[in-house]
């Protein structure tokens, strides 16, 4: 069982709202992901972060931003939710795994309805 | 371009049943596939992973196998539990850039039955 842990698992806010989707980590991975996965569909990488102070956009475009204060903290935050933000967002951290590249590790995830 | 096709889009299997999942893929160039499952409401776990080398890879009732020149992959779940049921993603990662990029499958969404 990995140890990264996503807050809150649950959010119901009203549209215009700030919102921080907390993600950590206790293994000490460099490398992490976010990623926004609506029912039925597949994973769209949205955040990722190689180290401290990296921070990288992935392929789905995103109003959300990033921070990696931290090694094990990587939280996303909403300046204005709209309610085409609702979604699942996972959190991810990976380690290197012998001839298979990296592993990912993912988060409960947390379900996000906007109003 | 890069995709990952899975089949079927759901399944639904009596308990104690067999069952076989399709992956198809483009990526290319390739370093591996894994096959995650996730359960509802939840973020996915890991099963298995396969080189371009592996052609199975066993993990307790779980058998991947991967054929590398048609680019196709397969989970066999063996004596199905309900336990079982689940979202089955294929996700394959190329070796063409420094972040090792993935993709991901839709998944199959299993569903088995007592």
């Known amino acids: 069982e990995a140890d990264i842990y996503q807050t809150p698992r649950y959010l119901v806010i009203g549209t215009g709202k700030k919102i921080t989707l907390e993600c950590s980590q206790t293994m000490g991975h460099d490398k992490m992901y976010w990623y926004q996965q609506d029912p039925g569909m597949e994973l769209h990488l949205i955040h990722y972060?190689?180290?401290?102070?990296?921070?990288e956009k992935g392929d789905l475009s995103s109003e959300s931003t990033v921070s990696r204060i931290r090694t094990e903290h990587f939280p996303l935050t909403l300046e204005s939710a709209r309610p085409s933000h609702t979604s699942q967002y996972l959190c991810a951290s990976s380690e290197m795994v012998s001839r298979g590249g990296e592993t990912q590790y993912f988060g409960p995830g947390t379900r996000l309805l906007v109003l | 371009k890069n995709q990952v096709e899975q089949s079927p889009q759901s399944l639904i299997i009596l308990e104690g049943k067999n069952c076989t999942l399709q992956c198809n893929y483009t990526v290319s160039p390739f370093s591996n596939l894994r096959w995650y499952k996730q359960d509802t409401g939840r973020g996915p776990v890991s099963l298995t992973i396969?080189?371009?080398?592996?052609n199975t890879k066993s993990n307790g009732r779980y058998t991947a196998t991967l054929d590398a020149d048609t680019k196709q992959s397969s989970l066999h779940i063996t004596a199905s539990q309900l336990s079982d049921s689940a979202s089955y993603i294929c996700v394959v990662t190329d070796r063409g850039s420094t972040l090792g990029r993935l993709y991901f499958g839709r998944g199959t969404q299993l569903t088995v039955w007592p």
């Open positions: 396969m080189t371009f080398s592996e």
């Open positions: 972060s190689y180290g401290v102070n990296s921070t």
